[in-house]
C-alpha cells in the first residue's frame, strides 16, 4: 500500500486548528498510535487510508495534512477588533472555529472557481460607500433582480429562502448554521446574527440559523449590502439606532430594499387606528412585511410615525424574546433536509462538479460539505435536485 510523507508539526497544527481531542482520534479504528505521531521528532509514513481516517476525525481536508510546513496563524481580522458598545469583546470558541471553517470552505472554492477562469464577482464592491440608504435599497433589488412586490404572497420562511436563492445565483456563497459543523457546540446569536467574508471571488455570507425567519432575513439582506459596499463585517446589532455610518446606512437600506415609503405610511397609520398599543402595531407590520418589529419601529421613528420610547419598547420586548430564542432546526427530522438548507447550492454544486471531474477526492469533497457518508452526500443531492446532473 502507498505511503505519503507526513509532517508531525502539521498534525499537530491540524489539531489545534480543530481543537480536536488526540485522545478521541486515538480511539478511532486504526489510529491508536495517533499521539505518538503527533510527538514524533522525524517524519512520518502514513497510508494513505490513514490520512483520510485522520481528515474526517479532524474535519480537515486530505490536502492540509500533507503540508511540508505549517501556516502562520493569525487572529482573523473579522474577530481582531471586535467590539460591543466600543468595548473590546473577546470572541467565543465557537465563533472563533465557524469563522474558521467558513474560510477554509472559502478559500477552497476560491481557487476552484480561479481555476475555471471565473476571477471576480460583479456585486462585490459595486457600490460607492457615499450612496443614500434610498440608492442603496434600490441597488440590492436591482442586483438581484428582484421585482417592486417580490415579498408579496410569501411566509417570512419563503421570503429568506427567495433572497437566499437570489444571493446564490448572482454568486454569493450563502451558508446557514445553528451549530459549529458536525459539533453538537450551539452558536450564540447573542454573540453574532451574521457575518461577511469579503473575496473578490467567492464573497461568503453565514447567517446564524440561532435566530428567527425575519431576523435571518434582515442580516442576510445587510450582509449583501456590506457586500455591495465592498467590506468585510460580524453582525450582531439588534437593528439599533447606534453604530457607524455605514452599519446605520446598510440597516436602512435594508428596510428600502423590502417596503415603499409610501406604502409603509400608509400600512402603519391604518394599523395605529386599530390598535392602541405599539407592540401590535410593531408586531402586525413585521408580520405583513417580513422584517422584525424592531426593525420596522426603527423605520417609522426615521418616518417620524414613532416615537423614540416606541422604540425603546420595543427593542426591550426584542430583546427579552432574543434570550428565549432556540434554532428551529429539525430535531430527530430529515437529516437530509437540514445538511441542504445549511449548505448553499452554488457550493455544493461545484464541490459536485469537482468530485465528478475527479479533481477532488469524495473524502475531501464530504469534508467541504460536512457529511460523513456516501449515503449522506447521495441524500444531499437528491434534496438539491442535483442527484442526476
Not at 465557537?94 to 476560491?110: P, S, T, V
Not at 430535531?331 to 459536485?352: C, E, I, M, R, W
Not at 475531501?364 to 452526500?377: E, H, T
Amino acid at each position: 500500500m502507498a505511503e505519503i510523507t507526513v509532517y508531525p508539526a502539521t498534525l499537530r497544527w491540524a489539531v489545534e486548528t480543530s481543537n480536536a481531542d488526540p485522545a478521541a482520534v486515538a480511539a478511532k479504528r486504526g489510529l491508536a498510535d495517533f499521539p505518538a505521531w503527533l510527538n514524533s521528532s522525524e517524519p512520518l509514513r502514513l497510508s494513505f487510508s490513514k490520512l483520510s481516517d485522520i481528515g474526517k476525525a479532524l474535519q480537515m481536508p486530505f490536502g492540509s495534512l500533507v503540508r511540508s510546513s505549517v501556516p502562520e496563524q493569525h487572529e482573523d481580522e473579522l474577530v481582531q477588533y471586535r467590539t460591543v458598545k466600543n468595548h473590546g469583546v473577546e470572541p467565543s470558541r465557537d465563533l472563533k472555529d465557524i469563522i474558521r471553517l467558513m474560510r477554509n470552505r472559502q478559500d477552497w472554492a476560491k481557487d476552484e472557481l480561479s481555476a475555471r477562469g471565473l476571477d471576480e464577482n460583479r456585486l462585490v464592491g459595486s457600490v460607492a460607500s457615499s450612496v443614500s440608504a434610498e440608492e442603496l435599497g434600490k441597488a440590492i433589488r436591482e442586483k438581484l433582480q428582484l421585482d417592486d412586490v417580490w415579498y408579496a404572497h410569501k411566509t417570512v420562511e419563503e421570503r429568506f429562502r427567495y433572497i437566499r436563492q437570489r444571493a446564490s445565483e448572482n454568486g454569493l456563497i450563502v451558508m446557514v448554521d445553528s451549530k459549529v459543523g458536525t459539533s453538537h457546540r450551539r452558536l450564540n446569536v447573542q454573540e453574532f446574527r451574521a457575518f461577511v467574508l469579503l473575496d473578490q471571488t467567492a464573497p461568503l455570507i453565514f447567517i446564524n440559523r440561532n435566530d428567527s425567519y425575519s431576523a435571518m432575513l434582515f442580516s442576510l439582506l445587510h450582509e449583501i449590502g456590506h457586500v455591495l459596499l465592498g467590506s468585510n463585517e460580524l453582525f450582531n446589532d439588534d437593528f439599533a439606532m447606534s453604530g457607524t455610518r455605514i452599519e446605520r446606512l446598510i440597516n436602512r437600506a435594508v428596510i428600502q430594499a423590502v417596503v415603499d415609503n409610501q406604502d409603509f405610511c400608509s400600512y402603519w397609520k391604518e394599523s395605529k387606528r386599530r390598535n392602541n398599543d405599539i407592540l401590535m402595531i410593531a408586531n402586525e407590520c413585521a408580520k405583513h412585511y417580513g422584517l422584525s418589529a424592531l426593525a420596522l419601529t426603527i423605520h417609522a421613528n426615521y418616518l417620524g410615525l414613532a416615537a423614540d420610547e416606541d422604540v425603546r419598547t420595543v427593542s426591550e420586548k426584542t430583546r427579552e424574546h432574543l434570550s428565549k430564542t432556540h434554532s428551529s432546526d429539525a430535531k430527530g427530522g430529515n437529516q437530509n433536509n437540514t445538511n441542504a438548507f445549511h449548505l448553499d447550492s452554488g457550493f455544493v454544486g461545484l464541490v459536485k462538479s469537482s468530485i465528478d471531474r475527479g479533481s477532488l477526492s469524495y473524502s475531501d469533497g464530504f469534508s467541504l460539505l460536512g457529511v460523513k457518508s456516501i449515503q449522506a452526500y447521495d441524500g444531499l443531492l437528491q434534496v438539491k435536485g442535483m442527484a442526476n446532473e
